[in-house]
């Protein structure tokens, strides 16, 4: 399954899914099946910058989290606040032309 939802990073985008699943009496649950089944999370923004002769430079800013055993680990427990530290190290893998994570 393919979906979008709007949030501000993919950290958030995993929140909303989750609460969107929150008539579901046992959170945990859906935490490992998020956790399980998550291929991956892109979010993206346009950057807006003016350009000297006027006018703008507008581009695409990307920012993905692939999971790896640890970021399924920190999903299924609830723990979303290290995720921005994973998001940097694949985001440093990725700038180097590697996978995002050695699990893919």
Same mark, same amino acid.
């Given at each position: 399954v393919i979906t979008t939802?709007? &949030?501000g990073s993919p950290i958030e985008a995993l929140q909303a899914l989750l609460k969107l699943a929150g008539s579901v009496e046992d959170p +945990? @649950?859906?935490n490992s099946i998020l956790?399980? +089944?998550l291929a991956g999370s892109i979010h993206q923004k346009l950057k807006k910058r003016p350009l000297e002769g006027g006018g703008w430079d507008i581009r695409p800013v990307v920012t993905s989290l692939f *999971? =790896? &055993?640890s970021v399924r /680990?920190?999903?299924k427990s609830g723990n979303f /606040? =290290? @995720?921005g530290d994973e998001i940097d190290r694949q985001a440093k893998r990725m700038e180097r032309g590697d996978? *995002?994570?050695e699990e893919l």
């Open positions: 939802i709007h &949030a +945990g @649950l859906m956790a399980d +089944g *999971p =790896n &055993a /680990s920190q999903i /606040s =290290n @995720l996978k *995002p994570t």
